[in-house]
């Protein structure tokens, strides 16, 4: 029984002769999604602006009345509240700043959530209350500030082991691979608007865990293929390593997305957010360690000598005495 291939063994494709087009691409979608995260910004849960959210969905609505919320908890005197539809179009999230000492005093937050969602129920009878969450803004800024340093080390950490594996061109190909997956997945959250909560974080270090290792298998048969074909012109080198590995990256890619593909059309709308940055990060992932992580090299001077072992004096010297016998 002949097994079922998803690439043909003889696949030769030639990626590297449509690199320029691509590298600009990458960079325009790079740039757009930092725009649009200063533009835009990020719609940050309780987790890290702190204060407090309600969750309320209309239960016989097709669609939230946002409009008339904001008004209405805003006529409660509590300051400008930040409405916006949760998941269902139906369904809102009210987020409010703390009043002034509730940091000592927890009965003053705990009032102003009792008068929102009694206005609320007053004036609209099929409001459902969802949940109430509270962080204090001290805890948010520590948490914003440890996810900020843990998506750091953990990407500087794997570059450095990728360049002491290989060489410091891999590293810094990797690195760089590394900030177009996770800025296009930020610029995703920047333009959509949907929730950035620690959720989020874990899935933007499960994006980095998963595209670095897609590029640590391309770069470790590139590297086989150096030691092997010396004297092959280097975009061919490229071209023929992403075509050997391009069996693995598109089975894996496939049977991850068919998955993710469930999950956002049937999951639980919780993890929504999660499951869409997992599916954008596996996307961007895969294309970068094609036409990013591989192209890359050649900028940064690959060539077929990188690993060829530099002669000493004293193994100069032996060489030249086994010559001479």
Do not use: C
Not at 106 to 112: D, H, Y
């Amino acid at each position: 029984m002949r097994l079922l291939k998803m690439v043909p063994e003889n696949t030769n494709i030639h990626f590297l002769k449509w690199r320029l087009p691509f590298f600009a691409l990458s960079g325009l979608l790079v740039i757009a999604s930092w725009v649009m995260i200063a533009v835009n910004g990020l719609n940050l849960g309780v987790d890290f602006v702190g204060g407090q959210m309600i969750r309320v969905t209309f239960t016989h609505s097709a669609a939230a009345p946002v409009a008339a919320l904001r008004g209405e908890v805003e006529s409660l005197g509590y300051g400008d509240p930040i409405v916006q539809t949760f998941g269902a179009p139906n369904a809102v999230s009210i987020r409010m700043q703390l009043p002034p000492g509730a940091a000592h005093n927890p009965a003053l937050a705990t009032a102003m959530s009792k008068a929102i969602v009694a206005k609320i129920s007053a004036a609209h009878s099929d409001a459902r209350l969802d949940g109430i969450d509270l962080v204090s803004g001290k805890v948010s800024k520590e948490l914003g500030e440890s996810a900020a340093e843990a998506l750091g080390f953990a990407a500087i950490a794997i570059s450095i082991y990728i360049w002491y594996r290989f060489e410091w061109q891999f590293g810094a190909g990797a690195l760089l691979s590394l900030v177009h997956d996770v800025s296009l997945t930020l610029g995703m959250f920047a333009v959509t608007q949907m929730e950035f909560d620690l959720n989020i974080v874990a899935a933007v270090l499960t994006i980095i865990g998963y595209s670095l290792n897609d590029t640590i298998v391309v770069y470790d048969r590139i590297r086989e293929n150096l030691k092997k074909f010396r004297r092959m012109p280097m975009p061919e080198l490229l071209d023929l390593s992403v075509n050997e590995t391009l069996s693995r990256t598109v089975m894996t890619s496939a049977m991850m997305l068919i998955t993710l593909l469930a999950l956002l059309l049937l999951g639980p709308r919780v993890i929504f957010g999660f499951t869409a940055a997992i599916t954008m990060g596996i996307f961007v992932g895969s294309y970068s360690s094609i036409y990013m992580a591989a192209p890359l090299l050649i900028w940064l001077k690959v060539t077929s000598k990188s690993f060829v072992p530099v002669e000493g004096k004293l193994d100069q010297q032996e060489r030249l005495a086994r010559e001479r016998k």
